[in-house]
């Protein structure tokens, strides 16, 4: 079974950072990516940022350019660098895990942590 634990979520103001992690553990495959969604309240869940195996990288617009994702495959952790954030970035992040489809959607990952809230306040 595979397991995925997120941490690093909490209360910020607007225009500060946060950094996310998820640890990975359990069943060991090669994901085909692993990536971040958030969901606010009454909102459908979004995609954020994803990191494929072969190391590139996809942003949501909204986040280009203020969020990095990045992967330490020895710990099987991904991270989410989350900078200059912002009263609409307030949500309950997800980390998941995927082994194929398309990296856009939820649909394409088979795996799920908890989420962890992060809230912004303005």
């Known amino acids: 079974q595979v397991q995925l634990v997120e941490s690093g979520g909490g209360l910020v103001q607007a225009g500060g950072s946060l950094r996310l992690s998820c640890a990975a553990s359990?069943?060991?495959?090669?994901?085909?990516?692993m990536g971040w969604f958030r969901q606010a309240p009454g909102k459908e869940r979004e995609f954020v940022a994803t990191t494929r195996s072969d190391g590139s990288t996809y942003y949501a617009d909204s986040v280009t350019g203020r969020f990095t994702i990045s992967r330490d495959s020895v710990k099987n952790t991904v991270y989410l660098q989350m900078n200059s954030l912002k009263s609409e970035d307030t949500a309950v992040f997800y980390c998941?895990?995927?082994?194929?489809?398309?990296?856009?959607?939820?649909?394409?990952?088979?795996?799920w942590g908890q989420g962890t809230q992060v809230t912004v306040s303005s």
């Open positions: 359990g069943r060991t495959f090669s994901w085909y990516a």
């Open positions: 998941a895990a995927s082994i194929g489809g398309n990296i856009w959607y939820p649909s394409a990952y088979q795996y």
